[in-house]
T-cell receptor
């Protein structure tokens, strides 16, 4: 069964600090991995998408990495801001015939001033 | 410039009283999805439409139905809401299905349903 596990479940950091969120998956065969940001009470918004051949992709202060061999991804947030407080969801799509992606539970990030 | 619009944003209903949630899109996308998201959980796909072709997930309860009268609109009908149906309901669209999930899903803001 395809699964996406994220850690930590929640994280509290001070404004200006960096943090890294983790995503492990068992989706196979692999097609792509996305990180979404979901603000409280809002729908998820796509931050990055990475395919098998991509190791790193940046979007402003967000940098995603992918190790397709170990089936791990991370999302690094640099110089955190209060507006980064949100849930970050890892979503993995397979190439085995189903185009429906598998969602992780998300990491809840709180940035304190 | 809202692209996926959901109404209402908050819905309160009584136990057993039918309720309809609506979703509209200005993207002219072929695919529309309905997800249920409970607190601190991943969104769970209920069903999706590829154009007019309805695709129900195997574990979606019969209590949940959907209608897509045209490209722009899609409705989620909950025939007899129970307390366990209280959740955020997310509508999403994608341009196409994408053979390998490469199509980006665009989510609406969600409708939070409360069942009394």
């Amino acid at each position: 069964k395809n699964q996406v596990e994220q850690s930590p479940q929640s994280l509290i950091i001070l404004e200006g600090k960096n943090c890294t969120l983790q995503c492990n998956y068992t989706v196979s065969p692999f097609s792509n991995l996305r990180w979404y940001k979901q603000d409280t009470g809002r729908g998820p918004v796509s931050l990055t998408i990475m395919t098998f051949s991509e190791n790193t992709k940046s979007n402003g202060r967000y940098t995603a990495t992918l190790d397709a061999d170990t089936k791990q991804s991370s999302l690094h947030i640099t110089a955190s801001q209060l507006s980064d407080s949100a849930s970050y969801i890892c979503v993995v799509s397979g190439s085995g015939g189903s185009y429906i992606p598998t969602f992780g539970r998300g990491t809840s990030l709180i940035v304190h001033p | 410039d809202a692209m996926v619009i959901q109404n209402p944003r908050y819905q309160v209903t009584q136990f057993g009283k039918p309720v309809t949630l609506s979703c509209s899109q200005t993207l002219n996308h072929n695919v529309m999805y309905w997800y249920q998201q409970k607190s601190s959980q991943a969104p769970k796909l209920l069903f999706h439409y590829y154009d007019k072709d309805f695709n129900n997930e195997a574990d979606t309860p019969d209590n949940f139905q959907s209608r897509r009268p045209n490209t722009s609109f899609c409705f989620l009908d909950i025939r007899s809401p129970g307390l366990g149906d209280a959740a955020m309901y997310l509508c999403a669209t994608s341009r196409d299905r994408g053979q390998w999930g490469q199509e980006t899903q665009y989510f609406g803001p969600g409708t939070r349903l409360l069942v009394l």
